[in-house]
Nanobody, 118 residues
Framework: QVQLVESGGGLVQPGGSLRLSCAAS???????MGWYRHSPGKEREWVAFITSGGKTNYAESVKGRFTISRDTAKKEVYLQMNSLKPEDTAVYYC?????????????WGQGTQVTISS
């Protein structure tokens, strides 16, 4: 099973910044890496993804404020979040899909809380 470990959440004031990290372990080939978030009372929302070729895409709500990047050699994905708003408050999850032992997989991180409040 592919393990994902997230870090970097916390409490920041509106307008502040945070950087989330997600590290995958194991002998795996990673395809797409992405971030989702879940706020109380809302559906889980896709935030951003990055492909193995480096193509990125963002939800409209975060475009221009968030930047996703990856270090393929380290099997890590990052989410730089700037100009944070209270509505960005959520538990953020990374998701990674790829292949391990010639079988496809999709794994989720444990989630990290991001709270934007003054």
């Amino acid at each position: 099973q592919v393990q994902l470990v997230e870090s970097g959440g916390g409490l920041v004031q509106p307008g502040g910044s945070l950087r989330l990290s997600c590290a995958a372990s194991g002998t795996i080939f990673i395809n797409t890496m992405g971030w989702y978030r879940h706020s109380p009372g809302k559906e889980r929302e896709w935030v951003a993804f990055i492909t193995s070729g480096g193509k990125t895409n963002y939800a409209e709500s975060v475009k221009g404020r968030f930047t996703i990047s990856r270090d393929t050699a380290k099997k890590e994905v990052y989410l730089q979040m700037n100009s944070l708003k209270p509505e960005d408050t959520a538990v953020y999850y990374c998701k990674v899909d790829g292949w391990v032992n010639m079988k496809s997989f999709a794994s989720w991180g444990q989630g990290t809380q991001v709270t934007i409040s003054s």
